[in-house]
């Protein structure tokens, strides 16, 4: 049985008798079921009876049933209702549109909507580059997907990716200020989720692709980024390659080893493996003495293979000089690094210790990684998973509410490798040379300046031919995400 999770946390309200060890026997009960009490609140009590309403973690449904019908065994327990927290939260959605004016008259009326706001309209006509000044397109960002590949789930469709979708933006708005909406496509079409998201893009100044399944992914990346003047970030993609070399930077500063001189065997070539692969080169990765070996399910990738993807023949062509030959078992052994966005249980505890002294090891499927990371601990210097529960949690919430800042405030058009990597080397930064050591690698989301810091080195990378105008905010000294100043004169836009 997996863990107690507080992502699997329910709620029971009973009632039981006044005496002084029926607490203490419930908790007992709980945690012998292996539940974890988190918290305990008296919410009634008389003379004979006690009302409790208790709050613990477990391991899924299954277990919290199990549970909650040991404790009807209890002496005197009467069991009232019982609340599963997760769908507590997300009851109703986790989003809400709210006018940012109040309309309490005529006069606001007329300003917020006709006649004052056809003067808007005009001068937009006039000038299209005033929609980011006078609409919500200049802070609004898409959070788009076709259902096709949610979280580790799978195939799940439009409507089941919503409540992800929702929770991206919810997340843009904690982390960074923007407003993102959910945008779930019924069709998983290349042509029609290409249609569609160009046919929408007027609204928005940010497009974040989001749960879309590879290859599919890279061509509609890829013509997205050709047919709209916004930035199409996948997350999946960049976001991962983001956040893994800005730890990996760091890795490899706890160890002493330089990038381009370092053996790194990647297993994962999908959406996030290619995006990691090519930012690991983009940076350095191979450059020296060192190499990029990727092992998909079928084994190495090498010139040699036949009945490779299309998709694959870029990785094959600049990766793995040496033709490498064999599983990620085999390519694993001598490595320096071993960066897994791929499956769970696929390495053990002997396959890490067959790496090469001070071996950094990024396991980071979720929510099972590619090898325990407990075990690979025991054998490697640094260990990085996905995971919230663990040192060095490899999260893309570290990257994508700062790189869109960024982009916004710069007013971009599109996001490139230099912006990238500039994001990358901005959050690798947030750990100063005196914090860094095996079990800290990577700043927590909830540090004050990662967001602030990526989306300023962002800003400053965009380049003036990925921009719609000169960037704002780093040069006005404008915090950022703060509103710009609306200019008064003649064009009265």
Same mark, same amino acid.
């Given at each position: 049985?997996?863990?107690?999770?507080?992502?699997n946390?329910?709620?029971?309200?009973?009632?039981?008798p006044a005496?002084?060890?029926?607490?203490?026997?419930?908790?007992?009960?709980i945690e012998?079921?292996?539940g974890?009490?988190?918290?305990?609140?008296v919410?009634?009590?008389?003379?004979d009876?006690v009302?409790?309403?208790v709050t613990?973690?477990?391991a899924?449904?299954?277990?919290?049933?199990?549970?909650?019908?040991?404790?009807?065994?209890?002496?005197?327990?009467?069991?009232?209702k019982?609340?599963?927290?997760?769908?507590?939260?997300? &009851?109703?959605?986790?989003l809400?549109?709210?006018?940012?004016?109040?309309?309490?008259?005529?006069?606001d009326l007329?300003?917020v909507?006709?006649?004052?706001?056809?003067?808007?309209?005009?001068?937009?006509?006039?000038?299209p580059?005033?929609a980011?000044?006078?609409?919500?397109?200049?802070?609004?960002?898409?959070?788009?997907?076709?259902?096709?590949?949610? /979280?580790?789930?799978g195939? &799940?469709?439009p409507?089941?990716?919503?409540?992800?979708?929702?929770?991206?933006a919810?997340l843009?708005?904690?982390?960074?200020?923007?407003?993102?909406?959910?945008i779930?496509l019924?069709t998983?079409?290349t042509?029609e989720?290409i249609?569609?998201?160009?046919?929408?893009?007027p609204?928005?100044?940010?497009?974040?692709?989001?749960?879309?399944?590879?290859?599919?992914?890279?061509?509609?990346?890829?013509?997205?980024?050709?047919? &709209?003047?916004?930035?199409?970030f996948?997350?999946?993609?960049?976001?991962?390659?983001?956040?893994?070399?800005?730890?990996?930077?760091?890795a490899?500063?706890?160890?002493?080893?330089?990038l381009p001189?370092?053996?790194i065997t990647?297993?994962?070539?999908?959406?996030?493996?290619?995006?990691?692969?090519?930012? &690991?080169?983009?940076?350095?990765?191979?450059?020296?003495?060192?190499?990029?070996?990727?092992?998909?399910?079928?084994?190495? /990738?090498?010139?040699?293979?036949?009945?490779?993807?299309?998709?694959?023949?870029?990785?094959?062509?600049?990766?793995?000089?040496?033709?490498v030959?064999?599983?990620?078992?085999?390519?694993?052994?001598g490595?320096?690094?071993?960066?897994?966005?791929?499956?769970?249980?696929i390495?053990?505890?002997?396959?890490?210790?067959?790496m090469?002294?001070?071996?950094?090891?990024f396991?980071?499927?979720?929510?099972?990684?590619?090898?325990?990371?407990?075990?690979?601990?025991?054998?490697a210097?640094v260990?990085?998973t996905?995971?919230s529960?663990?040192?060095?949690?490899i999260?893309?919430v570290?990257?994508?509410?700062?790189?869109?800042?960024?982009?916004l405030?710069?007013?971009?058009t599109?996001?490139t490798e230099?912006?990238?990597?500039?994001?990358?080397?901005?959050?690798?930064?947030?750990?100063e040379?005196?914090?860094?050591n095996?079990?800290?690698?990577?700043p927590?989301?909830?540090?004050?300046?990662?967001?602030?810091?990526?989306?300023?080195?962002?800003a400053?990378?965009?380049?003036?031919?990925?921009?719609?105008?000169?960037?704002?905010?780093?040069?006005?000294?404008?915090?950022?995400?703060?509103?710009e100043?609306?200019?008064?004169?003649?064009?009265?836009?």
């Amino acid at each position: 049985m997996a863990p107690p999770s507080l992502s699997n946390s329910i709620t029971v309200r009973l009632e039981l008798p006044a005496r002084p060890r029926a607490v203490s026997e419930l908790t007992a009960a709980i945690e012998a079921g292996g539940g974890t009490v988190t918290a305990l609140d008296v919410t009634a009590s008389g003379h004979d009876r006690v009302r409790v309403d208790v709050t613990c973690a477990v391991a899924d449904t299954a277990h919290a049933d199990t549970l909650v019908d040991s404790l009807r065994t209890l002496p005197g327990v009467a069991i009232g209702k019982v609340s599963d927290r997760t769908f507590l939260v997300h &009851l109703g959605g986790k989003l809400r549109i709210e006018s940012k004016l109040p309309i309490r008259n005529r006069d606001d009326l007329s300003l917020v909507y006709t006649p004052g706001v056809a003067r808007i309209c005009q001068a937009i006509v006039d000038d299209p580059e005033d929609a980011r000044r006078l609409t919500i397109k200049r802070n609004t960002v898409a959070v788009v997907t076709d259902g096709s590949a949610v /979280l580790g789930l799978g195939n &799940l469709g439009p409507l089941a990716a919503l409540p992800v979708m929702e929770g991206k933006a919810a997340l843009f708005k904690r982390f960074a200020g923007i407003d993102a909406f959910p945008i779930c496509l019924d069709t998983q079409d290349t042509e029609e989720i290409i249609a569609a998201v160009t046919a929408i893009a007027p609204v928005f100044a940010g497009i974040n692709l989001e749960d879309i399944s590879a290859p599919r992914c890279f061509e509609i990346e890829a013509r997205l980024r050709e047919a &709209l003047d916004i930035p199409v970030f996948h997350d999946d993609q960049h976001g991962t390659a983001i956040v893994v070399v800005a730890a990996l930077t760091n890795a490899l500063k706890v160890v002493g080893k330089p990038l381009p001189d370092v053996r790194i065997t990647m297993a994962g070539a999908g959406a996030a493996g290619n995006a990691v692969l090519r930012l &690991l080169l983009a940076a350095g990765a191979g450059t020296g003495t060192g190499e990029v070996v990727v092992a998909d399910e079928h084994g190495v /990738l090498h010139a040699g293979r036949t009945g490779l993807h299309d998709s694959l023949a870029w990785t094959v062509a600049n990766t793995n000089p040496r033709g490498v030959t064999g599983t990620v078992k085999e390519a694993v052994v001598g490595a320096d690094v071993f960066i897994g966005v791929s499956a769970p249980n696929i390495l053990d505890g002997a396959d890490i210790a067959a790496m090469a002294d001070d071996a950094v090891v990024f396991a980071l499927a979720n929510p099972v990684p590619e090898v325990d990371p407990s075990v690979a601990a025991e054998h490697a210097a640094v260990v990085a998973t996905g995971r919230s529960d663990a040192a060095n949690q490899i999260n893309n919430v570290l990257v994508f509410p700062g790189v869109f800042r960024g982009l916004l405030d710069a007013r971009s058009t599109a996001i490139t490798e230099q912006t990238m990597l500039a994001a990358a080397l901005a959050l690798a930064g947030v750990v100063e040379d005196a914090q860094l050591n095996p079990a800290y690698i990577i700043p927590s989301v909830f540090h004050p300046d990662v967001a602030t810091v990526v989306a300023l080195a962002v800003a400053a990378a965009v380049t003036p031919r990925d921009a719609a105008v000169a960037p704002a905010t780093p040069a006005s000294g404008q915090p950022v995400g703060a509103p710009e100043p609306v200019a008064v004169g003649a064009d009265e836009g």
